[in-house]
């Protein structure tokens, strides 16, 4: 383990997330845990004393508890999320990593958009983590309180620096990322009332399996511009960034960049 994570994680399990709150114990869920950002942050929670339920497609990269799901059925969420509650209780950290890369332009050689494949990407991206989110936090509501803060859990969205640079040609994934950046502050707002915060946090370029679909020109161009470091981003980076974001309960209604100051050209 980094310094970093141990940091991290010495600051979660010492009661900084809130006054009399500790991770240790707490059911955690994390959607996409199989690969990439989410594996990397339900690794991040186990270590931290979290009882963790990933959700996804192909939940084999995880050593643990784990749901195939499908994010954009309900019927798969509910499911998933109910099974999660039996085996460690009511979830009071849920992460939203599940994604879909969405290269396509909005008018192409072939006329506009596929509107299925635009669809698809929508669907995933940003109805798969409002269906999650929003049962996974109505059962937080419902939950006994954890702190002398009135808190009950937290939410953390994925959403990506594309919401504020898009790219040409990425115009579905564009347009699911910067829906998340607009809900955040309306979800942290709604949910305010019941002690459940919603935070997001805005990737740059990570080394990842979606990665691997962005061109070497692409990752050349995107890696020289940024301020530092000049290079891709870690899983660990993303999963040390959830940690630190449980560990401050004055973190809420926000979308963090974790982008090493890299700002997207047009191309």
Known sequence: MSFAQKTAVAQVRTGLWGAGMNIKGLAALVTGGGSGL????AQALVRAGAKVAVLDRDVGGFDGLGFVCDVTSEASVSAAIAGAE????????????????????????????????????INVNLLGTVSVMTKAAARMMAADVLGADGARGIVINTASITAYEGQVGQGAYVASKGAIVALTLQAAREFAAKGVRVMAIAPGLFATPMASEVPPEVVEAITSDAIFPRRFGQPDDFANMVLAIIANPMLNGEVIRLDAGVRLRAR
């Open 38 to 41: 989410g594996l990397a942050t």
């Open 86 to 121: 039996a085996a460690h209780g009511v979830a009071r950290i849920v992460v939203n990593c599940a994604g879909v890369p969405g290269g396509m332009r909005l008018v192409g050689r072939d006329g506009p958009v596929d509107m299925a494949r635009f669809a698809q990407v």
